[in-house]
């Protein structure tokens, strides 16, 4: 009797403890509903006899493991949910085999790895939904998924996915309810494409690291309701996107345009390059301008630093000819000094040395004397021994008296 069923509905039952095997019995079942209950354990592999199964929702239960490969074998299958559960792994690469899919709900798990380039089959190409948002899918977004010609909604958000968007998801024209690659790691530009989806309602490409400008194209959107390309690096012109809201543009600090938030008039930016610009062309000028005029002086206090030297050094030679010639004249009558005359002379002779003596005559010896100023001169040192005598024959000491 039970082999007859077509259609098993447990939802929302608290039912506990895995799936049991035994429904995997039923063959003529098209339809099997266990969400929102308690199930736990891993999908039985045994899965594949439900070969006439079409609707399969095991979301929102406890439910751990990979995606068995074996759910590719249900030829039929036009909506899988099993979202909301543990489920661990990749998504099964031969999920493509599921040729009349239309409906794909993997959200809120723990998936990794790639997203499986050929979701869509390219010969029916049935897929309508996509939703793979809050897992921990890596790599890049596959451009396969532009052939998905009958997609009307895409949710690839909250995962980590990098790279650019492919131009391909801009050919996506029947999409209409949803596209969001919000909160991954995807770079690059937005594609220009994005404009031919003249269907897309909401837009959400949020908190990524997106660069450049907002395609001008974005205007051909024209069901665009809801826009989000917050929290990028994207600069330029703001298009008209509906009168998108503040906090749906904030955070990407190079936008400008007219709008009624706090993104800057475009041409502000012109101006304020223009005050930045002056400044700058102010400090090219006066800088070497300073640094020249430093140079020229400290040029000029060396220059006069060594004048004032030569100067010195000049009257300091012109005193010493003025010396000199003092000294030559010690026995000038102005300039005579008889202690410094006697120094002079005994300095000269070494205290009247012998070496020194040219000549003796009644009264005394002749010495010569070079003195410190170059004068060569004859010196007469008297014999006499009487104190008492005191007058000289001045005829007699003069005949002796002469220069060498």
Known sequence: MLRSLTDLELSTNNINGSIPTSLCNLSNLDTLYLFENQLSGSIPKEIRKLNSLMDLELSTNYLAGPIPSSICNLSKLNTLYLEENQLSGIIPVDIARLSSLSDFRIQENNLVGQIPAYLCNSTVGMLQKLNLYNNQLSGPIPKQLGECSNLLEL???TNNLNGSIPLEIGG?????????LSQNELTGEIPSDFGKLNKLIQLNLSHNKLSGSIPPSFVEMLSLTTVDISYNQLSGPIPNIKDAPF???KNNSGLCGNHSGGIKPCNSSVIIGRK????????IILVPLFGSLFLLFTFF?????????LVVKNLEQA???TTVNTRRNIFSIENYDGKLVFEEIIEATENFDTKYCIGAGGYGSVYKAKLSTGQVVSVKKLHSSDEDSETLDLKSFESERGGV
Not at 172 to 180: C, G
Not at 301 to 309: E, G, V
Request: proline residues 6%; aromatic residues 6%.
């Open 155 to 157: 949710d690839l958000s």
């Open 172 to 180: 996506l024209i029947s999409i209409q309810i949803k596209l969001d």
């Open 247 to 249: 906090h749906a543009l």
């Open 276 to 283: 930045k610009a002056k400044p700058r062309l102010a400090v």
């Open 301 to 309: 206090a060396i220059y006069f630093c060594l004048r004032k030297r």
């Open 319 to 321: 005193d010493q000819p």
